[in-house]
């Protein structure tokens, strides 16, 4: 009997309707072959929608989301929407609303793709960050005294549970435990100046670590562990960590991996529901052009297969990506791909059938 999935589509801004189209494509593909049934649904949500009806994010939407299997999301941004609206209304409040507390952001490096790192290949790049996705300096706290004027005083406050960041580094546990044989888990923060959150951290990630015994642990401040992720990345294996320096060092992942391109991530609540999406943002200045690299987002319905606990199906799309990657095009770059996006979509189909 064929296994049947309610998908969320949130093509959203941009260039996100385009890689959606060709990561929806692959989905289809791959289902076919692999003998389950996806069913999308659109939702209209994001910039252009705001500016047309003056709607960012429903309550009755974040119902109808919470239904889903998973969501596939483009990208949220535009150009003519003030920084900070979309994301706080939109990207975030989907986050927490549906408590997405875990940012899972694999870090490959494919055979024949470039990176900037100086005699690193694809042996040396293969490590997955944990980011705690729903509280820290993201959580909203703070605010203004005085605005405006010479006394101003502007105040950002780093919210930590001892709940979410047990959870988080659990997860994180867990995840290094089935990965691979490598089992190793890097704490990464700032014991040395953030003294309580990073207390609060280091406290609980050995405490829980206490359970898990095979597994071999280390922690790295924020800094050095940016450093080292270019000088010596094949030290990694799973690096879990607070959402700000997340945020941050995940786009260091994302170039050494061959840029924004290929990176993808998902935001998951392992208790219910995940939400997948491409690295690149919505790209504005590529909107309508072919140019944009789709890959990204097909890795992104990748990693959603495998959430779905669809490992065969997940698997075939990912040995696509990589022939792709490795025999189909010439760059990761938008524009420098050397095929359309549409085209690279189809090259991936067509390494499934």
Known sequence: MRKSYQIAVIPGDGTGPEVVAEGIK???????????????????????RYLREGVLLADNEIRRLK??????????????????????????KLRFELDLYINLRP????????????????????????????EGMYAGGGGFFKKGTPDEIAIQESVNTRKGVERCVRYAYEY?????????LTLCGKTNVLIYESDLWRRVFYEVQKGYPDIAVDYQHVDALCMWMIKNPEQFDVIVTGNLFGDIITDIGAIIQGGLGIAAGGNINPEGNAMFEPMGGSAPKYTGLGQINPLAAICAAQMMLEYLGEKEAAKR?????????????????????????REVGDLVVGCLT
């Open 67 to 92: 239904g889903m299997d998973a969501i596939f999301l483009g990208a949220i941004g535009h150009p003519d929407v003030s920084p900070g609206i979309l994301e706080r209304e939109i990207l975030l």
């Open 107 to 134: 870090v490959t490096l494919f055979k024949s793709a470039d990176t900037p790192l100086k005699n690193k290949g694809a042996e040396d790049i293969d490590f997955v960050v944990v980011r705690e996705n729903s």
């Open 26 to 48: 692959a989905l289809t593909a791959v289902s076919r072959a692999s003998d389950i049934d996806l069913k999308f649904k659109t939702f209209d949500i994001g910039g252009d």
């Open 176 to 184: 290094c435990r089935k990965r691979n044989g490598k089992k190793r």
């Open 317 to 341: 799309l990912l040995t696509a990506v990589k022939q792709v990657v490795n025999e189909k095009i010439v760059g990761l770059d938008a524009g420098k791909m050397g095929c359309t996006t």
